[in-house]
């Protein structure tokens, strides 16, 4: 799946970006709390999760 996919799924539901990125390792669980404390920092952290992984 491209980069960019993952990025626009990121940008729509945050989990799902990590989740197709990292799995079910940490990113994805810290992710999980950044989108319940707010949603604009679990779509930050996706995107440099994706970013950096790519």
Do not use: C, D, Q
């Not at 799946?1 to 799902?16: Q, T, Y």
Request: glycine letters at 12%.
């Amino acid at each position: 799946m491209g980069e960019l996919v993952r990025i626009i799924i990121a940008i729509l539901i945050p989990p799902l970006g990590v989740f197709l990125t990292v799995g079910l390792r940490g990113p994805f669980w810290i992710n999980i709390i950044l989108t319940l404390l707010g949603y604009v920092p679990g779509i930050v952290h996706a995107v440099w999760v994706i970013a950096k992984r790519s």
